[in-house]
C-alpha cells in the first residue's frame, strides 16, 4: 500500500489528512505559510515511505501547495476539479461537502483511481507561459481601447 496525503485546499489553509491503504495516520488543518508547509514537510519526514500528495487544483489557492511540492521535490497528484468531483461521489448516494470529508474520500479512493503524477516542467516553460497569457492580456485590451476610439470618434 502506498501513503497517500490527500488536502483539501481553501483559501490560505488546507485540511490534510495521511492514509496508509485504507488507515487514516493523521489528520488536520494548516495554513498555506512558512510555519505550515514546514510543520507539513517535517510530518512528511517522519513517515516510512516517501508518501505523494493529492489535491485537486483550485485556481491561485493550490499554487502555494503546488509550489512547495515543487520546490521540496515531492510526489503530488494535481487533481482537474471535475475529476475530483466524479472520484469523491464513487459508491456514495450523496456528497457532503465539507473540508474533512473530501480529504477522506480523495485518500480512502486513491488506490482504485489511477491517477498521473504531475512531472515538473523546466522553469522556461512555465515562464513563457506566463508571457504568453500577459501578451494576450494586452492585445485583449489594445483591441478594445481601438474600439472604443473608433466609437468616439464617428
Not at 493550490?62 to 466524479?86: D, G, I, R, W
Amino acid at each position: 500500500m502506498e501513503l497517500v496525503i490527500a488536502l483539501d485546499i481553501s483559501m490560505g489553509k488546507s485540511y490534510k489528512v495521511i492514509y496508509d491503504g485504507q488507515t487514516c495516520l493523521s489528520e488536520g488543518e494548516f495554513l498555506h505559510n512558512k510555519f505550515g508547509f514546514q510543520a507539513l514537510l517535517d510530518e512528511i519526514g517522519n513517515l516510512s515511505e516517501e508518501p505523494i500528495l493529492v489535491f485537486e487544483s483550485t485556481g491561485i489557492y493550490s499554487k502555494p501547495v503546488e509550489t512547495f511540492c515543487q520546490k521540496n521535490q515531492l510526489h503530488y497528484s494535481l487533481l482537474n476539479p471535475l475529476e475530483a468531483k466524479k472520484q469523491l461521489e464513487q459508491g456514495t448516494l450523496r456528497s457532503w461537502k465539507t473540508d474533512k470529508h473530501d480529504a477522506h474520500k480523495l485518500a480512502q479512493v486513491h488506490q482504485q483511481n489511477c491517477r498521473v503524477e504531475k512531472i515538473q516542467q523546466p522553469e522556461i516553460y512555465s515562464r513563457l507561459r506566463d508571457l504568453s497569457r500577459f501578451y494576450q492580456e494586452i492585445e485583449e485590451e489594445k483591441s478594445v481601447y481601438e474600439c472604443t476610439c473608433i466609437m468616439h470618434y464617428n
